[in-house]
C-alpha cells in the first residue's frame, strides 16, 4: 500500500485526467482531498476499500436535451443535467439551477460540495445537483413555464421521493419549482409532495424554506461571532448578489443587530450607509424582477455602482452569495486592509483558493460554504420530513429547529477541526466531518 497522501494524489491525477476541463470540480476536488491526509492516515480503511476512489465518481450523471418553443414561435434547443453523485446516506438531494454558465463540470462541482454538506446537516439525504445552461434573463413567464415543462417531461424519470429530490439554485426559485413539480404531477400521475422542495406554502412547501439559506448563515456567523465574546451588534456587513440566500442574509443580519451597507448583481453594487432597506429589495428583485440598480434610483441614501466591486467597502463581515469564485486574490487583499475579521460564504465556493489563502495568512476566519449554507437543504430535509407525515408546522418551530441545526454544525465543524490538529480551520473540520459519515454508511454498505 503506498503512502496515503500518495495514494490521494493519485485519485487527484485521476480526477483531472478523468474530467478534463472540468476547472470548478477540479477546484472542490481537490480542496475536499487536500483535508483528508490527516484521516486518511488515521484511517487506513478508507483508503484500502477505496471509499475515496468511488466517491469522487458519481453515481450517475444523466445529459439530455430540452427543447422548446418561445414567444416568437422559435424553437430553442438547450442542455440539461442532473449529476446523482452519492445516495450513501439517503436520496439524491440538491438544487436545480438555471444560467447560461451552467455545463457538467459547474454541476459536478456543485454536487460534490453537496454530499458534504448534506451529509453535516445530519439528515439522511444523499448529494446531488442539475440544472441547466438555459438563461432565464428576459425571458417572459410564459417561456419560463415552456421550458420547465419540457426540462421535466424528461428528468422526470430519474427522479422520486425515495430516489432524487431536486430543490432551487440560482434562477430557480418558487415560481419555476411550480411549473417544473406541476409537470412531474401530470406526467406521473401522483401527487409525490416529497419528490420537490421549495414548494409552496398552500401545495406542500415548508415554512422557513424560503428564509433558510440566509437565515442559516447567518445563525452560523453568530455563533462564530459568540466564539470570540462577540455579537452582531453594530458590525458593518456586506453581502454580495441580492438572490434569494442575499435578502435573507441581509434580514437576519439586521434582526440581530447589524448593518448591511451594501449588495450587488451582476451589473453593479449599491452603497446604503443608512443600512439596506430588506422590504425595498425584494420588491425591486422578487415582485419587479428588476436590477438592483432600480434600488439606488428608489432609495435616497443609497448610491449605484456599476464599475469596481462590492469588496471595496470596509466593512467587519463579508458574505459572498451570488456564485463560484466571486471573491478573488485581491479582493480578500482589498478586504483584509478595510478589516474584515470573518467570512462566510452563503454561496457555494465564492472564494477563490488565493483568496482563501490569504485569509487564513491574515488570521480572518472563513466558514466554507458547505457548513455556512447548509441551513436550505437542511430546512428542505425538514420540508421531506413534513410531506412524509403530511404534516405543516409553524414558523417558530421550523426556525428553531434550523438554528439548532445551524449551531450544530458550527461546533462540529470546530469540534472536529480541535480532533485532528486544525484548530478554527472551519473548511478541514467541515470536509472531514462531513467526509467520515458518508464514508462509514459506504463501508457499511459494500463495494456498491
Ligand atoms: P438567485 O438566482 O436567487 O440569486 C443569485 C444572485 O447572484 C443574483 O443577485 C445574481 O445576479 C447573482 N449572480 C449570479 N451569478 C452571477 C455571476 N456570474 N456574477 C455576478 N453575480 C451573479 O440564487 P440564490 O440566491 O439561490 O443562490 C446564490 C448562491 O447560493 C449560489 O452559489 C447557490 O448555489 C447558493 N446556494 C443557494 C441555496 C438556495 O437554497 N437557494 C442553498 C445553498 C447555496 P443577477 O441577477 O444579475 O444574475
Ligand atoms: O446548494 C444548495 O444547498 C441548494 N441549492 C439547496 C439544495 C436543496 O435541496 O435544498
Redesign the pocket.
Known amino acids: 500500500m503506498s503512502h496515503p497522501n500518495e495514494t490521494l494524489r493519485d485519485i487527484y491525477d485521476e480526477v483531472l485526467r478523468r474530467n478534463a476541463g472540468e476547472a470548478e470540480f477540479h477546484q472542490a476536488a481537490l480542496e475536499v482531498l487536500e483535508s483528508l491526509e490527516t484521516v486518511v492516515t488515521k484511517h487506513p480503511e478508507y483508503t484500502d476499500s477505496q471509499v475515496i476512489r468511488r466517491l469522487v465518481e458519481p453515481e450517475r450523471q444523466i445529459i439530455f436535451r430540452v427543447p422548446w418553443v418561445d414567444d416568437r414561435g422559435v424553437v430553442q434547443v438547450n442542455r440539461g443535467f442532473r449529476v446523482q453523485y452519492s445516495s450513501a446516506l439517503g436520496p439524491f438531494k440538491g438544487?436545480i439551477?438555471f444560467?447560461p454558465?451552467v455545463n457538467l463540470g459547474i454541476v459536478k462541482f456543485?454536487g460534490f460540495e453537496q454530499i458534504f454538506?448534506n451529509s453535516l446537516t445530519g439528515l439522511p439525504i444523499g448529494g446531488g445537483k442539475g440544472g441547466s445552461d438555459f438563461d432565464p434573463?428576459g425571458r417572459s413567464t410564459g417561456e419560463v413555464m415552456r421550458f420547465c415543462q419540457s426540462f421535466m417531461t424528461e428528468l422526470h424519470r430519474h427522479l422520486g421521493e425515495y430516489t432524487d429530490v431536486p430543490?432551487?439554485?440560482?434562477?430557480?426559485?418558487g415560481r419555476e419549482i411550480g411549473y417544473l413539480f406541476g409537470q412531474y404531477k401530470r406526467i406521473t400521475n401522483r401527487y409525490e409532495s416529497g419528490v420537490f422542495t421549495?414548494k409552496g406554502l398552500s401545495w406542500g412547501g415548508s415554512r422557513v424554506?424560503t428564509e433558510?439559506?440566509?437565515y442559516g448563515t447567518v445563525y452560523f456567523v453568530d455563533e462564530m461571532l459568540k466564539v470570540r465574546g462577540e455579537s452582531f451588534d453594530g458590525k458593518r456587513v456586506l453581502v454580495?448578489?441580492?438572490?434569494?440566500?442575499?435578502?435573507y442574509a441581509i434580514e437576519k443580519v439586521h434582526q440581530l443587530g447589524g448593518i448591511v451597507i451594501g449588495c450587488?448583481?451582476?451589473?453593479g453594487y449599491v452603497h446604503d450607509e443608512a443600512g439596506i432597506d430588506v422590504e425595498l429589495l425584494k420588491e425591486v428583485?422578487d415582485v419587479r424582477r428588476g436590477?438592483?440598480s432600480e434600488y439606488a434610483d428608489l432609495r435616497p441614501s443609497a448610491s449605484f455602482v456599476a464599475q469596481g466591486s462590492l469588496w471595496d467597502l470596509p466593512c467587519d463581515i463579508a458574505l459572498p452569495?451570488?456564485?463560484?469564485n466571486?471573491l478573488d486574490g485581491d479582493h480578500a487583499a482589498t478586504l483584509i486592509r478595510g478589516g474584515v475579521s470573518i467570512v462566510a460564504e452563503?454561496?457555494?465556493?465564492?472564494c477563490t483558493r488565493v483568496a482563501l489563502q490569504a485569509f487564513a495568512e491574515a488570521g480572518v476566519r472563513c466558514a466554507p460554504?458547505k457548513a455556512a449554507?447548509?441551513?436550505?437543504?437542511a430546512t428542505?430535509a425538514l420540508e421531506m420530513q413534513q410531506n412524509a407525515a403530511r404534516d405543516s408546522w409553524s414558523f417558530e418551530h421550523t426556525e428553531e429547529r434550523l438554528e439548532e441545526i445551524m449551531r450544530g454544525i458550527h461546533d462540529r465543524c470546530l469540534s472536529t477541526a480541535d480532533e485532528y490538529g486544525l484548530p478554527g480551520n472551519y473548511a478541514a473540520g467541515a470536509n472531514i466531518a462531513g467526509f467520515i459519515k458518508v464514508a462509514d454508511a459506504m463501508l457499511a454498505l459494500g463495494v456498491i
Open positions: 438544487g439551477r444560467h454558465s456543485l454538506k434573463k430543490a432551487g439554485d440560482i434562477g430557480v426559485g421549495g424554506r433558510a439559506t440566509g454580495s448578489g441580492s438572490g434569494n440566500v442575499a435578502i450587488s448583481d451582476s451589473g428583485k436590477r438592483i452569495c451570488a456564485t463560484q466571486e452563503g454561496a457555494n465556493m465564492p460554504g449554507n447548509a441551513g436550505g437543504v428542505s
